[in-house]
């Protein structure tokens, strides 16, 4: 099974919500949206799904146009960041619900449902009320309704954004198994890079109504096309600063260089953009190398292990993500280092030219 997009847009009041769009998702893959709040997501699965028609383009499911075919008669299942169940029915009868709206064998609507509640952990439930069941016992249950029409395609919208952290990392661990043994093609919209990289798979990077690179989940992360990639895939996002490449040196700002060494050294003089993750930056010198630039702090943000700091560096904005609880004077300079090995080189027009040395080694 294949579900290809070929030229596919939104355009909603003359606004375009999703610009041409061109994918191709494999039967049994997992395949996450990743952008932030108004990148596209939603808009390309409901496109995806056929619940809205596109502006212009082609939707192909197993080489055949389905552009105009209803969503009913699409093999689509979709879970929304809301989940619903039927609050009068049992977890069974709400699991059930589809195959009966098909006429399907009442034996073969027992024997599926009780399948598909086993692999959901639901089995001790099957006679409750959605109700009586905590948080992610119901997301489990929309979740098994979803699955048990055996859909092809199954489209998950944020579907763990309702529940708290530990329900949501329970489930991230069983949805790539539900995943697995469905065989369908999932596709699941998150503003959360943490959460994409724990999903794995493939990852179609949004921002804008544009897809800005597609591929597997690691290569995505770790060597980005673009700035706008890079900026997607890293929470808080990556910071950046303008630099400029003189001989066999990289010019930082505050004065400081490093030497233009490796994929650096093929590069032609001029100004580039260094673009490096919050979590890079630190507030000690632990590589003999690191290069030191001081900054204003501006706030910190404690999260029980770690600190976040916003600092201001000669009107930049960074973030860094530094380990352990800190107790900083907000407004005195602060001097934070990097390890040149952490930096990515965009050019100006924002394509990366050079990928951090310690993604080539991963």
Same mark, same amino acid.
């Given at each position: 099974m294949t579900l290809e997009l070929k030229g596919v847009s939104k355009i909603v009041d003359g606004q375009t919500h999703v610009h041409p769009t061109d994918l191709s998702l494999e039967n049994g893959t997992m395949n996450v949206l990743l952008g932030p709040t108004l990148s596209g997501k939603t808009s390309l699965m409901r496109l995806m799904a056929g619940l809205d028609a596109p502006a212009a383009g082609q939707i192909l499911w197993n080489g055949e146009d389905v552009t105009g075919q209803r969503v009913q008669d699409r093999k689509v299942a979709m879970v929304y960041q809301q989940f619903i169940n039927y609050p009068s029915m049992s977890v069974y009868d709400n699991i059930a619900s589809p195959m009966k709206l098909l006429g399907i064998d009442s034996a073969e609507v027992d024997r599926r449902v009780r399948e598909t509640a086993e692999m959901m952990q639901l089995t001790p439930m099957l006679d409750r009320k959605p109700l009586e069941?905590?948080?992610?016992?119901?997301?489990?249950?929309? &979740?098994?309704?979803?699955?048990?029409?055996?859909?092809?395609?199954?489209?998950?919208?944020?579907? &763990?954004?309702?529940?708290?952290?530990?329900?949501?990392?329970?489930?991230?661990?069983?949805?790539?198994?539900i995943f697995e043994a469905s065989g369908a093609?999932?596709?699941y919209a998150t503003t959360e890079p943490e959460e994409a990289l724990l999903l794995g798979g493939n990852t179609v990077a949004l921002?804008?109504?544009?897809?800005?690179? %597609?591929?597997?989940?690691?290569?995505?992360?770790?060597?980005?096309?673009?700035?706008?990639?890079?900026?997607? %895939?890293?929470?808080?996002?990556?910071?950046?600063?303008?630099?400029?490449?003189? *001989?066999?040196?990289?010019?930082? *700002?505050?004065?400081?260089?490093?030497?233009?060494?490796?994929?650096? *050294?093929?590069?032609a003089d001029g100004r580039y953009t260094a673009g490096f993750r919050p979590n890079h930056l630190e507030i000690g010198k632990h590589v003999s190398d690191a290069m030191e630039f001081k900054t204003t702090l501006s706030v910190t943000e404690l999260t029980g292990s770690e600190t976040f700091i916003h600092l201001d560096h000669h009107g930049d904005r960074w973030v860094g993500l530094v380990h352990g609880i800190h107790d900083l004077p907000i407004g005195e300079a602060l001097s934070v280092w990097l390890d040149p090995r952490h930096v990515y080189i965009f050019a100006e027009d924002g394509k990366l030219v050079a990928p951090a040395a310690y993604a080539l080694a991963a």
């Open positions: 069941l905590s948080g992610g016992q119901q997301q489990r249950c929309a &979740l098994a309704r979803a699955l048990v029409k055996n859909a092809g395609l199954v489209l998950l919208d944020e579907p &763990l954004a309702n529940l708290d952290y530990k329900l949501r990392e329970e489930m991230r661990v069983e949805i790539p198994k093609i999932f596709v921002w804008e109504g544009r897809v800005t690179q %597609f591929g597997p989940t690691p290569s995505v992360y770790r060597q980005p096309v673009d700035a706008t990639t890079a900026r997607v %895939f890293s929470d808080p996002p990556m910071n950046f600063l303008q630099i400029s490449k003189t *001989g066999d040196r990289i010019m930082f *700002g505050d004065g400081q260089s490093t030497p233009a060494a490796g994929k650096l *050294g093929e590069l």
